[in-house]
C-alpha cells in the first residue's frame, strides 16, 4: 500500500496567520491516465471529514481561497492564508491513484 | 442538498455481525459510487471499499475482504455495509461517502463497540 507520511502532526497557528502541511507519498501519485488523485480534507472537532481541495490543487465547492494546495508526484502542500478559528481541526491528505486509497496520518491545527 | 444519513450506533458482541446503512438523498443515488471508511485512534483513517451503485460491483482493500459486505438497495438509496466476525479492533467510527475516488460527501459515522 503507498505510505502517506504527512507533517507536523501538530501545527500551532495564531489567528490571521499563515500555515503549510506537507504530504509525501512513497510512490507517485500520478495515474496512467495523466491525473494525480491527491486531495486533502478537515475533520473538525466531532464531526466528519470534509473535502477541501482534490487532485491536488481543486478547491471543492464552498471552499474559500484562504485554502490552496499544490505538488506533484510525491510532495504535496496544503497552504491555509489568514487562519480563522473554524479552519481548526485535523488535516488529511488522501490518495487515489493506487489502490486500495490510503490516508496521512492527519494534522492536528491548533491555536498557539 | 446532498446528504448521507447513516443508521444509529452499535453495540455488539465478539464474534457476532453489524449491518450499518447510508441513506442518500438530495442527488441521483445511482450516478456515485459509496465508499466506506473505518476511524480509529490508534489507526487513523482507512479505506475499506467502494460499491457501485448501479451494478452492485464492489472493490475492497484486500485487509477488509471476509470483514465487511458491501450492498445496495436503489429502491431505497441506501447503502449497507456488514461486518462479520467481529472482535475489539472492529471498534471504531464508520464513515459512508459519496464517491470512488475522491468523497465529496461524507455521512455523520456510525460508532461501533465490540464487547463482550
Known amino acids: 500500500d503507498v505510505l502517506m507520511t504527512q507533517t507536523p502532526v501538530s501545527l500551532p497557528v495564531s489567528l490571521g496567520g499563515q500555515v503549510s502541511i506537507s504530504c509525501r507519498s512513497s510512490q507517485s501519485l500520478v495515474h496512467s491516465d495523466g491525473n494525480t488523485y491527491l486531495h486533502w480534507y478537515l475533520q473538525k472537532p466531532g464531526q466528519s471529514p470534509q473535502l477541501l481541495i482534490y487532485?491536488?490543487?481543486n478547491r471543492f465547492s464552498g471552499v474559500p481561497d484562504r485554502f490552496s494546495g499544490s505538488g506533484s508526484g510525491t510532495d504535496f502542500t496544503l497552504k491555509i492564508s489568514r487562519v480563522e478559528p473554524e479552519d481548526l481541526g485535523v488535516y488529511y491528505c488522501l490518495q487515489s491513484t493506487h489502490f486500495p486509497w490510503t490516508f496521512g496520518g492527519g494534522t492536528k491545527l491548533e491555536l498557539k | 442538498q446532498v446528504q448521507l444519513q447513516q443508521s444509529g450506533a452499535e453495540l455488539a458482541k465478539p464474534g457476532s455481525s453489524v449491518k450499518i446503512s447510508c441513506k442518500a438523498s438530495g442527488y441521483t443515488f445511482t450516478s456515485y459510487y459509496i465508499s466506506w471508511i473505518k476511524q480509529t485512534t490508534g489507526q487513523g483513517l482507512e479505506y475499506i471499499g467502494y460499491?457501485?451503485?448501479?451494478?452492485?460491483?464492489?472493490n475492497y482493500n484486500e485487509k477488509f475482504k471476509g470483514k465487511a459486505t458491501l450492498t445496495v438497495d436503489k429502491s431505497s438509496s441506501t447503502a449497507f455495509m456488514q461486518l462479520s466476525s467481529l472482535t475489539p479492533d472492529d471498534s471504531a467510527v464508520y464513515y459512508c461517502?459519496?464517491?470512488?475516488?475522491?468523497?465529496?460527501?461524507w455521512g455523520q459515522g456510525v460508532m461501533v463497540t465490540v464487547s463482550s
Open positions: 460499491i457501485n451503485t448501479g451494478s452492485g460491483g464492489t
Open positions: 461517502a459519496r464517491g470512488g475516488a475522491d468523497f465529496d460527501y
Open positions: 487532485r491536488v490543487s
